[in-house]
């Protein structure tokens, strides 16, 4: 029987197909959207159908229930067998180069009767695509640069998928008799951007029923391993995920251990041997072999060691150590330090949610102010804006804020296109009459990295902007982000005062935590927004907030933290 995987992957290779095809995109968005919903469920789809419960999945309609139906009860579905007849199904892969759209995919297959990558790479390295319409030899050349990034993709995963997996192992082996304590370890523990495998360590005194509680977690499709410090299993969709017991006076070093970098680990051990002992991920063993230090907390290891205890997210071997000797580790960022949502969606663009519901949702979560960004005219496929839309959705806001007094401000802004040739989406003496403007990247990426760069200063140099979206565009696993010279766009902004957003969604975090470092050192201003298009989405902000601190932000580096008279006087003097 399919798992949730194999039914996700299913849909999206229908959506895939479906706009190579060239159906309306409204089509395919419910596709997608079953997918990521399918891939994010804490138990298999197939329990809900036994239980006739499938319409209780997010995102699931009476016509994709049907075609999950049909999937579980066959493992075929007639309309993609039909739909393949129409789109060869290895063009699907096409939709992953960065570069291609559905359009380009579907004149490139018909005109040279080509469908998979290997030929495709060939074509344009023999010149056979510059003469079709709307290419030319630079489109040959961003193609072959998109399929070698597609080549360099690993089988890492998002952030955003990792981390509510690694709390539902976690919240299940703190419940077995004897446990501790249980944390992630590895480079989640950390908060990097993409994931290898889950480690997940447990202090306990016996292992054995830990072992057997993490082998028979719901969704195991292989157990890989099963011992009596370490267990390995795989789940359906393909993650893996590994776990290791350790005696609880032990647990502070096998943690730090396990946490990493590998680089902040090195510079740990030398601190050691410095001091006459040897660390381990077992205990500080004394060089002159008389004894052993035993840390139960990693607030031992690095007491022992004569340091703060260091924040996982800037362990990666740059100055947190010097730092911490030193007793200057920062402050950082926390996310009930957030008290704005500067960028977000309703149902008049591409969210789920009206404004109303999104505003409620917005004060459950203790925010003072929220900022309805939604998209720019020319952004048809989210659904983008006319200005008799601004017009009512203003009227709207106004309505709302006068049912919700003072609870929460609401402030209506716009998400505006950086278009292909630079300029803005609307006109300035738009952009003046709204109370925000967001201008981000969402199309073009793979132009030429000094004209997607100008396109940016354009946009970070326009008086009436005031955030800056997402600034590479990119898309975690599957798109990187425009080719920008960050260095040049980040002293810029420094020069103008307009904000740069860390953008919270797992799927972008964008600023990466380099460039927000490089952002701090220069003085630009940081927002750290949501993106939110659903209630759900607010939830993603400690994202972007792990992001913040793995830069070494502060609470006052961040607009959002700003109090609302401060927030509003700084949008004014923007203009």
């Given at each position: 029987?399919?798992?949730?995987?194999?039914?996700?992957?299913?849909?999206?290779?229908?959506?895939?197909?479906?706009?190579?095809?060239?159906?309306?995109?409204?089509?395919?968005?419910?596709?997608?959207?079953a997918?990521?919903?399918?891939?994010?469920?804490?138990?298999?789809?197939?329990?809900y159908?036994?239980?006739?419960?499938?319409?209780?999945?997010?995102?699931?309609?009476?016509?994709?229930?049907?075609?999950?139906?049909?999937?579980?009860?066959?493992?075929?579905?007639?309309?993609?067998?039909?739909?393949?007849k129409?789109?060869?199904?290895?063009?699907?892969?096409?939709?992953k180069?960065?570069?291609?759209?559905?359009?380009?995919?579907?004149?490139?297959n018909?005109?040279?009767?080509?469908?998979?990558l290997?030929?495709?790479?060939?074509a344009?390295?023999?010149?056979?695509?510059?003469?079709?319409?709307?290419?030319?030899?630079?489109?040959?050349?961003?193609?072959?640069?998109?399929?070698?990034s597609?080549?360099?993709?690993?089988g890492?995963?998002?952030?955003?998928?990792?981390?509510?997996l690694a709390?539902?192992?976690?919240?299940?082996?703190?419940?077995?008799?004897?446990?501790?304590?249980?944390?992630?370890?590895?480079?989640?523990?950390r908060?990097?951007?993409?994931?290898?495998?889950?480690?997940?360590?447990?202090?306990?005194?016996?292992?054995?029923?830990?072992?057997?509680?993490?082998?028979?977690?719901?969704?195991?499709?292989?157990?890989?391993?099963?011992?009596?410090?370490?267990?390995?299993?795989?789940?359906?969709?393909?993650?893996?995920?590994?776990?290791?017991?350790?005696?609880?006076?032990?647990?502070?070093?096998?943690?730090?251990?396990?946490?990493?970098?590998?680089?902040?680990?090195?510079?740990?051990?030398?601190?050691?041997?410095?001091?006459?002992?040897?660390?381990?991920?077992?205990?500080?063993?004394?060089?002159?072999?008389k004894?052993?230090?035993?840390?139960a907390?990693?607030?031992?290891?690095?007491?022992?060691?004569?340091?703060?205890?260091?924040?996982?997210?800037?362990?990666?071997?740059?100055?947190?150590?010097?730092?911490?000797?030193?007793?200057?580790?920062?402050?950082?960022?926390?996310?009930?330090?957030?008290?704005?949502?500067?960028?977000?969606?309703?149902t008049?663009?591409?969210?789920?949610?009206?404004?109303?519901d999104?505003?409620?949702?917005?004060?459950?979560?203790?925010?003072?102010?929220?900022?309805?960004?939604?998209?720019?005219?020319?952004l048809?496929?989210a659904?983008?804006?006319?200005?008799?839309?601004h017009?009512?959705?203003?009227?709207?806001?106004?309505?709302?804020?006068?049912?919700?007094?003072?609870?929460?401000?609401?402030?209506?802004?716009?998400?505006?296109?950086?278009?292909a040739?630079?300029?803005?989406?609307?006109?300035?003496?738009?952009l003046a009459?709204?109370?925000?403007?967001?201008?981000?990247?969402?199309?073009?990426?793979?132009?030429?990295?000094?004209k997607?760069?100008q396109?940016?200063?354009?946009?970070?140099?326009?008086?009436?902007v005031?955030?800056?979206?997402?600034?590479?565009?990119?898309?975690?696993?599957?798109?990187?982000?425009a080719?920008?010279?960050?260095?040049?766009?980040?002293?810029?902004?420094?020069?103008?005062?307009?904000?740069?957003?860390?953008?919270?969604?797992?799927?972008?975090?964008?600023?990466?935590?380099m460039?927000?470092?490089?952002?701090?050192?220069?003085?630009?201003?940081?927002?750290?927004?949501?993106?939110?298009?659903?209630?759900?989405?607010?939830?993603?902000?400690n994202y972007?907030?792990?992001?913040?601190?793995?830069?070494?932000?502060?609470?006052?580096?961040?607009?959002?933290?700003?109090?609302?008279?401060?927030?509003?006087?700084?949008?004014?003097?923007?203009?």
């Open positions: 029987m399919m798992n949730n995987k194999q039914l996700a992957d299913t849909f999206t290779l229908i959506a895939d197909l479906l706009e190579i095809k060239g159906e309306i995109i409204y089509k395919t968005i419910a596709y997608r959207k997918a990521e919903s399918l891939v994010g469920l804490s138990r298999e789809a197939s329990e159908w036994k239980e006739k419960k499938l319409l209780e999945i997010p995102g699931v309609g009476k016509a994709i229930g049907e075609k999950i139906d049909e999937l579980l009860s066959t493992g075929k579905l007639e309309f993609l067998e039909k739909l393949k129409e789109v060869h199904p290895d063009l699907a892969a096409w939709m180069v960065p570069s291609l759209g559905p359009k380009k995919i579907a004149m490139i018909k005109t040279l009767n080509i469908t998979t290997a030929e495709l790479e060939k344009a390295k023999d010149g056979k695509l510059r003469n079709m319409p709307g290419m030319g030899a630079k489109s040959e050349t961003s193609i072959l640069e998109g399929l070698a597609v080549g360099r993709r690993t890492r995963i998002s952030v955003g998928r990792a981390y509510p709390n539902e192992i976690i919240a299940t082996l703190k419940k077995v008799k004897g446990v501790v304590d249980a944390q992630p370890a590895g480079s989640l523990r908060m990097r951007s993409t994931i290898g495998d889950l480690d997940i360590l447990v202090a306990a005194k016996d292992s054995a029923a830990v072992m057997d509680a993490f082998v028979k977690l719901p969704r195991v499709s292989r157990v890989l391993g099963k011992g009596e410090t370490k267990s390995s299993i795989e789940f359906s969709d393909g993650i893996r995920a590994q776990v290791w017991v350790h005696p609880p006076e032990k647990f502070g070093t096998a943690l730090q251990y396990a946490t990493g970098s590998k680089d902040h680990n090195v510079q740990l051990r030398q601190l050691a041997l410095d001091k006459g002992l040897s660390l381990s991920e077992h205990s500080f063993a004394k060089t002159n072999g004894g052993e230090i035993f840390c907390t990693e607030e031992e290891v690095y007491k022992t060691l004569g340091l703060q205890w260091i924040p996982p997210e800037l362990r990666e071997g740059r100055d947190e150590i010097q730092l911490a000797k030193a007793n200057k580790l920062p402050k950082l960022i926390e996310v009930k330090d957030i008290k704005a949502n500067l960028h977000m969606h309703s008049y663009s591409d969210g789920t949610l009206s404004m109303m999104m505003a409620k949702a917005a004060i459950k979560r203790g925010l003072k102010v929220i900022v309805f960004s939604d998209h720019s005219v020319s048809a496929v659904n983008g804006l006319s200005f008799e839309d017009k009512k959705q203003a009227a709207e806001i106004k309505k709302i804020q006068k049912q919700l007094g003072d609870e929460i401000l609401i402030l209506h802004a716009s998400e505006v296109e950086i278009k040739d630079g300029s803005l989406d609307y006109p300035d003496d738009f009459s709204l109370d925000l403007v967001v201008a981000s990247l969402h199309s073009s990426l793979r132009q030429p990295r000094e997607v760069t396109r940016l200063l354009n946009a970070v140099n326009n008086p009436h005031d955030i800056i979206g997402h600034p590479t565009g990119r898309e975690i696993p599957d798109r990187e982000g080719d920008l010279d960050m260095e040049l766009i980040l002293q810029a902004a420094a020069k103008s005062g307009v904000a740069v957003e860390i953008n919270a969604s797992p799927y972008r975090l964008d600023l990466d935590d460039h927000a470092r490089r952002a701090k050192e220069l003085g630009v201003l940081l927002s750290i927004n949501t993106d939110a298009h659903s209630e759900a989405d607010y939830d993603m902000l972007g907030v792990a992001i913040a601190r793995r830069a070494g932000i502060l609470k006052d580096d961040v607009i959002n933290t700003w109090p609302t008279k401060k927030l509003v006087d700084w949008l004014k003097k923007r203009g």
